[in-house]
């Protein structure tokens, strides 16, 4: 069965304390993993899609990172603003559905 | 932002009421999707559409209903709702099924009571 898992569940960071979201999965082949940013009450909002392990992908203070089996979101001197939700969803080979994590709230702290 | 608006954004319902939601898109996408999310679930699909009249179902599609009469509209209905539909309500769409992204629209908060 497909599934994704995010760890951890909350993140309390200090201002400038960097850090690491993980995602781990189990799909039946990748096609591709994608991380979001979600704000209270708002849509998810893309960051990052990665496609094969080894693959890379930076933004400003966030990294993306992917296994065969984890990817993560690595967070480097991260801004009050970086306070969000952060949510990883992967798409099997066999089909179009995507499965999401149910996410890692992260509060950075002035 | 991708053009996706959802109406309405909030909405307070009977149990046992029709109730329908409404995604609409101006990119001129051909997938669109409907997703729940609630608290320790994470977003689950409902029904997912790949063109004008052309849909199937997700993880979660009992007790929900999808047409699609036009590009740019996708609506959900919930028949007869029930508590357990308590939610939020997101639309995302893209491009093509294959890695493309999702993009999500707001999102609609519906209470059934």
């Known amino acids: 069965e497909d599934q994704v898992t995010q760890s951890p569940e909350a993140l309390r960071l200090q201002e400038g304390e960097s850090s690491s979201l993980n995602c781990s999965y189990t799909?039946?082949?990748?096609?591709?993993l994608f991380w979001y940013r979600q704000d209270p009450g708002k849509g998810p909002e893309f960051l990052f899609t990665?496609?094969?392990a080894g693959e890379e992908k930076e933004k400003e203070r966030l990294k993306a990172t992917l296994t065969k089996k984890e990817s993560f979101l690595h967070i480097t001197a991260p801004k009050p603003e970086d306070s969000a939700t952060y949510l990883c969803?992967?798409?099997?080979?066999?089909?179009?559905?995507?499965?999401f994590g149910t996410g890692t709230s992260l509060t950075v702290i002035p | 932002d991708a053009g996706i608006t959802q109406s309405p954004r909030h909405k307070v319902t009977e149990t046992g009421t029709p109730v329908t939601l409404r995604c609409h898109q101006t990119?001129?996408?051909?997938?669109m999707y409907w997703y729940r999310q609630d608290p320790g679930h994470g977003l689950r699909l409902i029904h997912y559409?790949?063109?004008?009249?052309?849909?199937d179902k997700g993880e979660v599609s009992d007790g929900y209903s999808v047409s699609r009469s036009k590009t740019e509209d996708f609506l959900l209905t919930l028949e007869s709702a029930t508590s357990s539909q308590t939610s939020v309500y997101f639309c995302?769409?893209?491009?093509?099924?294959?890695?493309?992204?999702?993009?999500f629209g707001p999102g609609t908060r519906l209470t059934v009571l």
């Open positions: 969803a992967v798409q099997a080979n066999t089909g179009n559905q995507f499965y």
């Open positions: 995302a769409i893209s491009e093509s099924s294959g890695t493309d992204t999702q993009y």
């Open positions: 559409s790949y063109g004008v009249k052309d849909t």
């Open positions: 990119e001129n996408h051909r997938y």
């Open positions: 799909v039946s082949g990748l096609r591709g």
């Open positions: 990665l496609y094969s």
